[in-house]
T-cell receptor, first 112, second 107 residues
């Protein structure tokens, strides 16, 4: 039973570019959340998807957008990349909202 | 002031010691998670609790809803317990994280 898988594991982009990160939830999970973790900081909630809709959103600009597909996998898109977007991006899945979270290993994004 | 505060920020211990990590929060919550993050980034969920106490192996988590406080205890600590431990609370459907406690256990 595969856990949460994220791709790619590492990515280097240039300021102004756009990036798409992908997440496949643990089998049977229907809820996917995305988090940004800057170096030395705790994760920050970006948004959560359930039934292909964004259910909740943290304090992130509209440059951050997402999508959930019918198979519950999800994408995180970031437009007009800034140096400050360099971080570890974590995806977590769960069955519904108030259930244990399963995290992927993250995508480390570096913006130069 | 952060909505979720953890203490201590850093902790060193000798193998076998009893460890306590504290988490205080200032918002209403529906549940609290204790997470473990190893170097390289992978996060493992240790506990999710909304009341009382949970135990798994050498790990014990407690929560006091009235006092808005939770503790994570590690009994008979081991070098493989070295990691960052993060407290996170569910508030209005959003997960708010503490900044973590870095634990190093030496043989």
């Amino acid at each position: 039973d595969a856990g949460v898988t994220q791709s790619p594991t590492h990515l280097i982009k240039t300021r102004g570019q756009q990036v798409t990160l992908r997440c496949s939830p643990k089998s049977g999970h229907d809820t996917v959340s995305w988090y940004q973790q800057a170096l030395g900081q705790g994760p920050q909630f970006i948004f959560q998807y359930y039934e292909e809709e964004e259910r909740q959103r943290g304090n992130f600009p509209d440059r951050f957008s997402g999508h959930q597909f019918p198979n519950y996998s999800s994408e995180l898109n970031v437009n007009a990349l800034l140096l400050g977007d360099s971080a570890l991006y974590l995806c977590a899945s769960s069955l519904g909202q108030l259930s244990p979270l399963h995290f992927g290993n993250g995508t480390r994004l570096t913006v130069t | 002031k952060n909505e979720v505060e953890q203490s201590p920020q850093n902790l060193t211990a000798q193998e076998g010691e009893f460890i306590t990590i504290n988490c205080s929060y200032s918002v209403g919550i529906s549940a609290l998670h204790w997470l473990q993050q190893h170097p390289g980034g992978g996060i493992v969920s240790l506990f999710m609790l909304s009341s009382g106490k949970k135990k798994h192996g050498r790990l014990i988590a407690t929560i006091n809803i009235q006092e808005k406080h939770s503790s994570l205890h590690i009994t008979a600590s081991h070098p493989r317990d070295s990691a960052v431990y993060i407290c996170a609370v569910y508030n209005t459907d959003k997960l708010i994280f503490g900044t973590g406690t870095r634990l190093q256990v030496f043989p």
